[in-house]
Structures are given as C-alpha cells and as structure tokens.
C-alpha cells in the first residue's frame, strides 16, 4: 500500500472569514484543509483523525484554545499533532506560555505573513509526510521479515511432512497456498519431476502434468547460460549436500524468471528410497531492482566522468564536441553524431564518432537520411518539441536499407538544452540492444551537460572577442581624437610664437582667416567624434530621449544633402536626389538628420568618387529610404556585424573614424519603431534600406538593451 501524498490539515476557528483566509494562504494539492467551528468539534475531529499540524484559534465562545489544547493532548488519533495558535489579542508573553503549557509548538499572531505561515506549516507536513514514509518502509521491512521467516518454517514443515506420510495431505495444502514460489520433487538420477505444486501453472504458465510429464525439462526450460551450474549442483546433492543457488527459467510466454532454488534429500512419499526435494522462490523482482540499482550507479559514475572531462576541455569548443561523442562510444552505442542549430536556425554537423571505420559512409548516409525526415520524426521536430526520440527503424522507410545494412537494433536523438532553448541534438545508435525509455534519463543528462559546457565556451569566446574588439575600439578611438587636435595645436604654436616675437601683424587677414577655417574643421571633427561616443553611451544607458514632431522626410534630406555639398565636391562624388513631394510623419527631426548624415558620409567614404543615390517612396503607412553607393561593397559576413557596438567592415586603418556610426543610426530607427537592412556586393557598391512608420512610436525614450541587436 503506497502512502498518500496528501496530507490532512485541521483549522479551528469560529469564524467563516478567517477559514477563507487561512484557506487561501495554505492553497496546495498537498494539503487536505479540514475545518472546525468550535473547541468541542476539534476535540472529537482530532480524536478520529490523525493529522499533520492543527492551526487554532485562541479566543472561541465554547471552549477556548488553550482548554481546547489541553483535551486534545489527552488521547486520540491527533494527540501528539503540533498545534499552532493563531490570535489577534493574546500576545502577552503570559498568554503566550500558557499555550505552550497547553501543549502548542509555535504562536502566529494576526495579523500574520502568509509566506511565514505557510513555510511553519510546510516544516509541519514535510515532517509528517517523511515520518509516515519512515512508518510505511518499517511495515514493509516487518513484512519481509516476516516473509523470510515463513520461507524457513516453510522448509522445516516441508521436512516434517515428509518423515510423516501420514501428515502428507497437510502438506500439500499448504504448499498450495504458498503463490511465489515452486515446491518439487525429482528423482535422484534421472531428475524427472515427480511432482511440482499448482503454482507453477500461475508463475511459468505451463500446467503441473507439462512438467511432470517431460524427461527433459532441466534442458528445455532452464536458462541455457545457467543450465550446467544447475547440473552439477544438484549431483551435490545426491552426496547429502544441502545446495542453495539462483537460476533463470523460460515461461511458456517467453520471459525470464529468476528464483532462488534450495535442495536437499527426502524421504519418498511411498518410502521407498530417498529424492530431490525443492524448493524455487521467485525472486525476479528483486533481482529486477538490483539490475536497476547497478544501472543508476554505473550511469551516474560514467555521467561524474562525462563532466571532468568536459570541465578539462578549457573552454574550447572544438574539443568539447569532439569529446562528447568519444564519450558515448563504446560506452552507450556504436556511434554519437553531434549537431548544432546554427545562426539561421539551421542544423551542421559539429562531431560524428563512429566505432566502425569500415561503416563510417553509411552512417552518414543514414544520419543524412534521418537529419531530412520530415514530419513529427527526424531531428527538426526533436528540436521544435524539445523532448527525445526513439526512432522506430521499421516505421521509417527512408531510413530501413542503411539500418538493414547497418544491423542497427536501437536508434535515439536527444535535445541539447539549456534554459528552454535547444542548441542542438545528440544521435546515439546501438547493433548490441534495444534502448528503453529508462534509458533517456543518462542521455538527456549527458545532452544537458553537454549544453552548458557547449554554451560556456561559445560566450567565453565571445567574450574574448569583445574584449578584443573593445581594445582595438580604444585604439582606433584614442587615434582618431587625436588627430584634430593635431593641426589645432599647430595653428596656435604659429599664433603664440608670431605673438611673442612681436609679429602677429605680419598676419594678413586672408591668412589668420584661412588658419581659422582650417581650426574650426577640425574642431567641427572632434565635436563630431565626441557627439558619436555621447550617443552609443547614451543608448547603452537608455537615455537617448525621442523628440516626435511632424517633419518633412523629403526636405530633411535635402538640407543635409546641401550641408556637405563642399564635401561632396571635394571627394568628386555626384549626388543625385528621387524624393518623394510628399513625404511627412511624426519623427524626431534631429535624430534623422545624424541617421542621414552618417550614412551620407560613410558613402562619400566608401564610394572613391563614383556616384550616390539617395531616393524615397511613401509605402501604405510606411516611409521608405533607400542610400546607394558603388563603392567598395561589404562582405557577406561583415554585413552580419556593421550594426553592432565596436564592429566596423572596412580597414580602420585606412578610412578611419570609430566605427560608431552605425550602431548609432541603427537604434536612432529602432527608437522610431523602423527597420533599417544593407544590401551590398564587394567592389559593387553599397545600399541601406530604411522603413520608418510615419505615427509617431509609442515611447519617447529608446533603450538599447530591449532590443536583440
């Protein structure tokens, strides 16, 4: 009889509202809420019934708590439950004694916490439930006790009944009544049973007359690995040797029984000589556990293994799939296919072990086969359901020619999870068994470890290259802030030295004022380049505030496009404009005219000269903006990159400036609730799409950190 995993509660109260309330607060399938109106009510519940912990309240118009208390500690189912006083009014410390004097184990006072009433309760029934857990396991060892001891009378009063013929039909009965185990008797030469008691029939499904009929039945029905030691145990017994062994037999449905077989001589019934006396107890269940209990030891001994290696990999990917999958083989199958989700959802092969070289193509072939299977089968829909699956060779037609081929018997594929997500799966396949459901738990266990070792290393490495990107960030930044400054100092050395060598009139004015121009270009740079580093910090912080108003797209454009006509002269760049007449929303004009400027600049950058393109389009409730070059282009996998913090595409080295730009323009869009995409070939130019919905966003303050960049 298992133990009930619910647990009685009993609540004394006199009031309806403060029943709900403690109802509420103690809410779980765990607990059986039982309710008392009065003292006199508790007494007899308390009486009939045992429970895990009784919250009362003090103050009731029958009999009060602490009388209550009192009664219920002198007898009855519940006397030795712990009672809880809960009460507004008594929380004087004299009070307080006299309800432990009245036999309470804790005071809560109203009004109370509900998490602190409920952790004192929890304490409460998680002692109850492990004391009546602790009972049910010492009923069940008496019992076996008491089964071990009835085996051993079995066997005296088997010996008994046989120096006493006259007892024999006593005898029987009783062997009768016994449906675990087998009592037999055969001849001492031939070993032909003479008889085997009714409860064979029930236990190996052949019938009485079957085995006392057969002159073979040592060879036909027990286990052929345990046949000989059976043998020559009972040749044993023929020399006056009381022989004790356990041994397989096949039933009539083709199951093994294991049973624990004594032996000795006895009397004939007929008097007569003397015969083999048995007695067979079933013992397969407990061998069953002992199969189990091995199992989960030597699986948790190959999964403490499984992580130090893991955890000696050091952080390095490549190594740590790799040894996933020389950790599987031998140990739970003849090869482990490991296999990533990659950047676009798609699966790659990252790791395949096979111990067979000769079958190593064709485990590929079926593994490619499996990776396709369509359907709720193949590795797609383990990813997308996030569970195992143990693949039915013949159900699947596709993957049957290379499983023949193969002699494959067992097939799994196992998620890699890790906080929900599914990084890839695992494949373990076997020619020496059928894998059980029991055998999932080690797999996903491995799969999950593997996981966290898997995604500890890929962040490592990220945070190796950010760090990386970082430092070379800070080069690049410290260089190009250096250099306005540069021509900046030299105007004012050549300012101070004409100064104090009484010369400064010697400065023409065409002169001073090309010197000027030249200071405030620079200046004009370095404004630039600290405005960029405000931005990305603003952002990071959340604090990039949005200003919406209306603006007209069209004529923002056109005024930047006019801000750096010298610029575009200079760099013999020729604009050309397609903008729609009529293109106005709710946008913050400033942010815009930097997301313009910046992509402006980077084509005239880029572009060495060729032509730029900036059109528009008016798209349903949608405003479209599209800047093209045909400059030097970016590379597929820079493209991935050029929006994020620190990532650049081309050399700093050779175009300088921060690499920020970007970044910034791409969360200047998102904060208005649009899109912005490159599309670009190398050495065919370069353009950027943007899409700005023309109502104004939702929120006025941007935070990068809400977004997935």
Excluded at 59 to 82: C, N, V, W, Y
Excluded at 581 to 609: C, M, R
């Amino acid at each position: 009889m298992e133990v009930s995993p619910k647990v009685d509660i009993l609540l004394v109260d006199d009031r309806p509202d403060n029943f709900t309330v403690l109802e509420a607060v103690l809410d779980s399938p765990l607990y059986n809420l039982v309710r008392a109106t009065s003292g006199s009510e508790a007494i007899n519940i308390a009486g009939k019934s045992q429970f895990a912990v009784i919250l009362l309240d003090v103050q009731m118009p029958d009999k009060d708590g602490f009388q209550t208390a009192r009664e219920i500690r002198l007898g009855g189912a519940s006397r030795h439950t712990p009672i809880i006083f809960v009460t507004a009014i008594y929380g004087d410390d004299a009070y307080v004694n006299l309800g432990y004097d009245a036999g309470a184990v804790d005071y809560i006072f109203k009004p109370f916490n509900p998490h602190i009433l409920r952790s004192k309760v929890a304490v409460h029934a998680e002692l109850f439930i492990k004391t009546r857990k602790l009972i049910h396991q010492n009923e069940l060892l008496r019992n076996m006790e008491m089964r071990e001891h009835a085996n051993k009378l079995l066997e005296v009063q088997i010996k008994s009944i046989q120096r006493e013929q006259v007892l024999q039909k006593r005898y029987k009965d009783l062997v009768e009544s016994i449906d675990h185990c087998i009592v037999w008797s055969a001849n001492c030469e031939t070993l032909v049973l003479s008889f085997v008691s009714p409860q064979v029939e029930k236990l190996t499904g052949y019938q009485t007359s079957e085995w006392i009929a057969k002159n073979n039945f040592w060879t036909e029905y027990i286990h052929k690995e345990d046949l000989n030691f059976v043998l020559e145990s009972l040749k044993r017994v023929k020399t006056g040797e009381n022989v004790e062994f356990e041994n397989r037999l096949i039933t009539k449905d083709h199951r093994v029984l294991w049973f624990h077989t004594s032996v000795h001589l006895v009397d004939r019934s007929d008097g007569f000589g003397q015969e083999l006396g048995g007695l067979s107890v079933d013992i397969t269940s407990l061998k069953e556990a002992e199969l189990i209990l091995r199992k989960s030891e030597a699986d948790q001994r190959f999964l403490a293994e499984a992580g130090a290696h893991l955890a000696a990999t050091a952080l390095d990917y490549d190594k740590i799939v790799s040894k996933i999958s020389d950790l599987v083989v031998p140990k739970f199958g003849c090869w482990c296919g490991v296999y990533m989700v990659d950047e676009n959802s798609k699966l790659q092969t990252a790791g395949l072990t096979v111990g067979c070289n000769e079958k190593a193509d064709l485990v590929r072939e079926f593994e490619k086969s499996y990776k396709q299977l369509g359907g709720h089968q193949g590795m797609q829909a383990v990813i997308e359901s996030g569970r195992p699956q143990l693949v039915s060779i013949e159900e699947n037609a596709p993957l049957h020619p290379f499983a023949s081929d193969l002699g494959l018997r067992s097939y799994v594929c196992v998620p890699m999870l890790i906080r929900k997500r599914v990084l890839g799966v695992l494949t373990i396949a076997t020619t020496q068994k059928c894998y059980q459901k029991s055998d999932f738990w080690v797999m996903e266990e491995l799969a999950c470890r593997a996981a966290l070792a898997i995604e500890n290393a890929v962040l490592f490495n990220k945070a190796e290259s950010a760090i990386q990107t970082r430092d070379e960030f800070l080069s690049i930044a410290s260089h190009e802030l250096r250099t306005p400054l540069t021509p900046l100092k030299l105007q004012f050395q050549i300012t101070t030295k004409l100064i104090n060598d009484g010369k400064f009139s010697t400065l023409t004015p065409e002169k001073l004022k090309k010197m000027m121009n030249i200071s405030d270009r620079q200046l004009d740079r370095l404004n630039k380049l600290i405005e960029e580093l405000l931005n990305v910090s603003r952002i990071n912080l959340g604090r990039m505030d949005l200003d919406f108003g209306p603006t007209d797209l069209s004529q923002l454009i056109r005024n930047v496009a006019e801000q750096y006509r010298d610029q575009l002269t200079a760099s013999s760049c020729e604009l050309s404009l397609d903008l729609d007449p009529s293109l106005g929303g709710e946008w913050d004009a400033d942010k815009l005219e930097q997301v313009f400027i910046n992509l402006l600049t980077n084509s005239i950058k880029y572009g060495h000269g060729k032509p730029i393109r900036i059109y528009t389009r008016n798209v349903d409730d949608m405003a479209r903006i599209c800047v093209q070059d045909f400059g030097i282009g970016i590379d597929v996998e820079a493209q991935r990159k050029i929006f994020n913090l620190f990532e650049r595409a081309p050399s700093a080295k050779k175009y300088g400036g921060l690499g920020l730009g970007l970044y910034v323009v791409n969360n200047i869009v998102k904060g208005h609730g649009g899109t912005i995409r490159v599309e670009s070939k190398l050495g065919q130019g370069t353009t950027f799409i943007l899409e700005l919905p023309k109502k104004a966003a939702a929120k006025t303050v941007y935070n990068a950190n809400s977004y997935v960049h």
